[in-house]
């Protein structure tokens, strides 16, 4: 087998011109893209926001995690971004890198599987967040899923501010085959995936 391809990403912003207080009042769902790409640049700073490491040490992140268990992944779904091939990538936060799992274009198969919601093709990018519930199960028992999806709410949050701060507009989706998008994403047992959320450029 080969070793998947793994792409370094460029170093995160830790700072930006909006104030926080602007990116909360002007963040709006964005169902209508333009089509100018996303750069790699871009896609960095929104997996950084969601999932990005803050303190290496002990491997804490931009988003809160119960017990620190770190349940949630998270992909990006590339199909119109200046310096990645179209296709599936896994962020590894520790590394801050992109192994590239499946290869073309999958925002045609997403949106089929989004209820066929054409906002879901039409973004650059579509990034998906997945969890391994077993990751907080082991420590929390019965109680973990609630703590996943708190989890992924955060995250999911912290991708939309980080998407106003850059210029740029995304929407969470909720609504998709949970089977269906498990078999595009080719997830192994025991992932599941908890949100789509399209992000790009909005259409002026
Ligand atoms: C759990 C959840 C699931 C959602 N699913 C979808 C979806 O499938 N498609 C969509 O276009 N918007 C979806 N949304 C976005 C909401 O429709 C949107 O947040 C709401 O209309 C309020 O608009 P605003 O986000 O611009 O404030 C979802 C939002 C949440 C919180």
Do not use: C, K
């Not at 988003?63 to 310096?83: D, M, R, Y």
């Not at 990018?125 to 709410?153: D, H, K, N, S, W």
């Not at 909720?174 to 599941?192: R, S």
């Amino acid at each position: 087998m080969h070793p998947a391809q793994v792409i370094q990403l460029p170093a995160p912003s830790l700072s930006g011109d909006l104030s926080m207080e602007a990116a909360l009042s002007r963040r709006r769902s964005v169902r209508d893209y333009s089509d100018r790409p996303l750069q790699i640049r871009e896609v960095a700073q929104l997996l950084w926001a969601a999932q990005g490491i803050t303190e290496p040490r002990r491997g804490l992140r931009t988003t809160p995690s119960a017990g620190a268990t770190f349940p949630l992944e998270i992909f990006v779904a590339a199909g119109n971004v200046n310096g990645l091939a179209a296709g599936l990538y896994r962020y590894r936060p520790l590394s801050h890198t992109l192994e590239f799992v499946i290869p073309g274009e999958l925002r045609p198969a997403l949106q089929r599987v989004s209820l066929n919601q054409p906002l879901v093709r039409q973004a650059p990018a579509v990034f998906i967040i997945t969890a391994l519930p077993e990751r907080t199960e082991a420590r929390y028992g019965g109680r973990a899923m609630r703590y996943v999806f708190m989890e992924v709410g955060h995250a999911a949050q912290n991708l939309n501010l980080q998407a106003i701060a850059l210029g740029l507009g995304s929407v969470v989706v909720g609504a998709f085959h949970d089977a269906d998008l498990t078999a595009v994403l080719n997830l192994p047992p025991g992932e599941i995936p908890l949100y789509v959320i399209p992000a790009g450029a909005p259409r002026q």
